[in-house]
C-alpha cells in the first residue's frame, strides 16, 4: 500500500492548498499530481526561502483570491510571508508560530518536534503537541499524530485531545 502524501489529503479537500516545485528533478511526485495540475487554480512565481518560481495550487477560486490579496503587502520570504504560507498550507497556526519563532530565535530548535499526521508532516513545539493535536484532528482529519521528539515518540488520538 501506497503511503499517504499531502497531494493525497489536498485531493481529498482536507488541505486547502499545496506547493509544488516543478524544477526539482530529484524528487519523485505522486501520480496524483498530473489531476492536480489539470484541475485546481495555481499562482506561479512563488518563492519559500530559495526556491523561486513554484507552483501553489488552491481548492478553489476563492482561497486563491484570499491569498493575493494578503500577501500584497507581505515581503516575499519575511516572516510574515513564511507565517502566510503555512496558514495557506493548511499546516496548524501553532507550529507555523514556531515555525517563525524558530527563524529568528534558533534557540527554539531545542522545543523542535516532527509531527506526522495522515499524509502531513512539519514541525512545532514538543510542549505543544496537544494542541497542535487536537487542531489536526478537529481540522484535518480524526486519526492518531505521531510527534517525534529527540528519541520519544508520542501518538496523540482525538480522545486524548478532548481534555485540551
Known sequence: MRKKTEYDLFLEGKKPAILYNPHNKDIIYPPCLSEITERYPYISGIQVFDVENQLLYFQNESLKMDFVCQSQSVEINSLEWHKLIGLTL?????????????????????????????????????????????????????????????????YIDKEKTQAV
Open 90 to 154: 493548511g499546516y496548524p497556526p501553532k507550529a507555523t508560530d514556531f515555525f517563525m519563532k524558530i527563524q529568528s530565535d534558533p534557540t527554539l530548535k531545542r522545543y523542535q518536534a516532527y509531527f506526522h499526521h495522515d499524509g502531513m508532516s512539519f514541525i512545532g513545539n514538543v510542549k505543544e503537541k496537544q494542541e497542535i493535536a487536537k487542531w489536526l484532528h478537529d481540522h484535518i482529519s480524526p486519526v492518531t499524530t505521531r510527534c517525534t521528539f529527540m528519541d520519544q515518540t508520542f
